[in-house]
C-alpha cells in the first residue's frame, strides 16, 4: 500500500480528556462599560497572566436573569478587555438556555454559587410523625497521605495534588506552577505560581521558606505580584483567606 493510501485510512483527528484550568470571571453587572473598565485594569496590572487568557463567564451574582443581547455585549465586553470567553459557567437555571444563543458551551462551577437558596417552610405535619430511625453514620474516609515532590519545579512545569496537600521540598522556578486541592508547602523558594484549596476549600493555605511568587491563589482568590512588598520577599510567608480576602504574612526566620 502507498504512503498516500495509508494517510487516507488514518484518523483525521483525537479526541482526549485532560484537566483544565479555567479562570472565571464572576459578574455583578451585566454594563459593558464597568466592566471593560475593571477588566481592562486587571489586565494592565498582569498581562503575561490575563492578556488572551481564556475565561467562563460566572453569572451567579447577577440579581436577575440577563437576556441574550445583554450577555452578548458582556461577551464582547469581556473580549475587548483583552481575555478570551470560551462559555459560561454552571448556574442559573437561565444559563443553558443563553449558552445555546451564544454557541457557547456550559463549564462547570469552580465554587458554588454565593447566591443564598430561597427559604421554604416546611410544611405543618397534619398526623403525628413516627419517631425517625437512627441514622448510621459512615465513618469518614481518613485524609490520603500529601503528595510529596522532591525536585525543582522548573519553568512550564505544573505539579498538582488531588484531594491532598503538595509538599515541594525543593525551588518552585519563575513561570512554573504547584497546585494542590489542600495546602501547597515549598520548602525552598517559590518563584513560580502556588495555587491551595484547588477545588473550593477556604480553609487551605500555602507556605514557602522563600517567597518571590509571581502568583498566589486560594480557592479561586488569588494576587498577582508584578513587585513584591518588601517586608514579604524572600522570607517565609504563609498565605490564608479570611471572608474572601487574601492575607499574607511572615513566619519566623
Not at 46 to 56: K, L, S
Not at 76 to 84: C, F, P, Q, S, W
Not at 154 to 178: F, K, M
Request: aromatic content about 4%.
Amino acid at each position: 500500500m502507498s504512503r498516500a493510501a495509508e494517510l487516507k485510512e488514518e484518523a483525521a483527528l483525537e479526541i482526549r480528556f485532560g484537566p483544565l484550568d479555567l479562570a472565571q470571571v464572576r459578574i455583578h453587572t451585566t454594563d459593558p462599560g464597568a466592566i471593560v473598565d475593571e477588566l481592562t485594569g486587571r489586565v494592565a496590572t498582569a498581562p503575561r497572566f490575563f492578556e488572551r487568557t481564556a475565561v467562563g463567564i460566572d453569572l451567579s451574582m447577577l440579581h436577575a436573569d440577563p437576556q441574550p443581547p445583554e450577555m452578548r455585549a458582556v461577551v464582547d465586553a469581556v473580549r475587548r478587555a483583552g481575555m478570551l470567553p470560551v462559555g459560561l459557567v454552571q448556574g442559573p437555571a437561565c444559563v443553558e438556555t443563553l449558552a445555546r444563543s451564544l454557541d457557547l458551551p456550559v463549564l462547570p462551577q469552580f465554587r458554588s454559587p454565593m447566591r443564598p437558596p430561597p427559604v421554604v417552610q416546611a410544611p405543618v405535619p397534619a398526623i403525628p410523625v413516627a419517631p425517625a430511625s437512627v441514622a448510621v453514620v459512615p465513618e469518614p474516609e481518613p485524609p490520603r497521605a500529601a503528595l510529596i515532590h522532591q525536585h525543582p519545579v522548573r519553568s512550564g512545569q505544573r505539579v498538582s495534588a488531588r484531594h491532598r496537600d503538595l509538599i515541594v521540598t525543593a525551588s518552585v522556578g519563575a513561570g512554573a506552577e504547584v497546585a494542590a486541592d489542600g495546602c501547597v508547602h515549598v520548602y525552598g523558594a517559590l518563584r513560580g505560581r502556588a495555587m491551595a484549596g484547588a477545588h473550593g476549600d477556604t480553609a487551605m493555605r500555602v507556605f514557602c521558606r522563600a517567597f518571590y511568587a509571581e502568583l498566589v491563589s486560594i480557592a479561586g482568590v488569588f494576587r498577582v505580584f508584578e513587585s513584591l512588598p518588601i517586608e514579604l520577599a524572600g522570607h517565609p510567608v504563609q498565605a490564608w483567606l479570611e471572608a474572601d480576602k487574601l492575607n499574607f504574612a511572615r513566619l519566623a526566620d
